[in-house]
Antibody, heavy 123, light 110 residues
Framework: QVQLVESGGGVVQPGRSLRLSCAASGLRFSNYVMHWVRQAPGKGLEWLTMISYEGNDKLYAESVEGRFSVSRDNYKNTLFLQMNSLRPEDTAVYYC????????????????WGQGTMVTVSS | QSALTQPASVSGSPGQSITISCTGSTYDIGGHDHVSWYQQSAGKVPKLIIYDVAKRPSGVSDRFSGSKSGNMASLTISGLQADDEADYYCHSFTSSTTWVFGGGTKLTVL
């Protein structure tokens, strides 16, 4: 079955960096747009970034543009989120999610989600 | 980007129907049909229940339906059941080529 598994979360000091990974299985990973979404403790969902299926196009929320960078390795079926200059307000569960959108579909919607990885930014 | 506006909470009794609104602008909901809805039960991962305004993923109950009028999208749940109790989020593409979630609505089944 289609599965996404995030890793790389943990406790980090303000100003430091962290790189999250999202390993995909059970799907042709290179055929789909991918997203990162986060959820701070007790708060709602916040969309962070999207990358096209080829990896050429990337979109970012204002809250993370310039600090976070999304990338993907379609040979290793893995999505990444490089997070720099981390702040306490970046503390959240980080989810990767697959979109319907790809070369075979122009539907949009995040139909598969990982279980999430917790990032805590604290001194 | 400003979050889309949803009511903080709604409630209904089993068997009833409820509607959750999601208000945006011509720069997001009103500008295209890339609006989706997610259900997040307590402690669980979000689940896609409606995409592209009114389409339902395979396996999602037909008690869930979506619609849009102008700058407002709506999610209707008919025949409320106890396990519908969850947080619901709308999500839309925007004209500034980003995506934005609503603030979320907590559904309580009385």
């Amino acid at each position: 079955q289609v599965q996404l598994v995030e890793s790389g979360g943990g406790v980090v000091q303000p100003g430091r960096s962290l790189r999250l990974s999202c390993a995909a299985s059970g799907l042709r990973f290179s055929n789909y747009v991918m997203h990162w979404v986060r959820q701070a403790p007790g708060k709602g969902l916040e969309w962070l970034t999207m990358i096209s299926y080829e990896g050429n196009d990337k979109l970012y929320a204002e809250s993370v543009e310039g600090r976070f960078s999304v990338s993907r390795d379609n040979y290793k079926n893995t999505l990444f989120l490089q997070m720099n200059s981390l702040r306490p307000e970046d503390t959240a569960v980080y989810y990767c999610a697959k979109d319907y959108y790809g070369p075979g579909s122009h539907d949009t919607g995040m139909d598969v989600w990982g279980q999430g990885t917790m990032v805590t930014v604290s001194s | 980007q400003s979050a889309l506006t949803q009511p903080a909470s709604v409630s209904g009794s089993p068997g009833q129907s409820i509607t959750i609104s999601c208000t945006g602008s011509t720069y997001d909901i009103g500008g295209h049909d890339h609006v989706s809805w997610y259900q997040q039960s307590a402690g669980k991962v979000p689940k896609l229940i409606i995409y592209d305004v009114a389409k339902r993923p395979s396996g999602v109950s037909d008690r869930f339906s979506g619609s849009k009028s102008g700058n407002m999208a709506s999610l209707t749940i008919s025949g409320l059941q106890a396990d519908d109790e969850a947080d619901y989020y709308c999500h839309s593409f925007t004209s500034s080529t980003t995506w934005v979630f609503g603030g979320g609505t907590k559904l309580t089944v009385l």
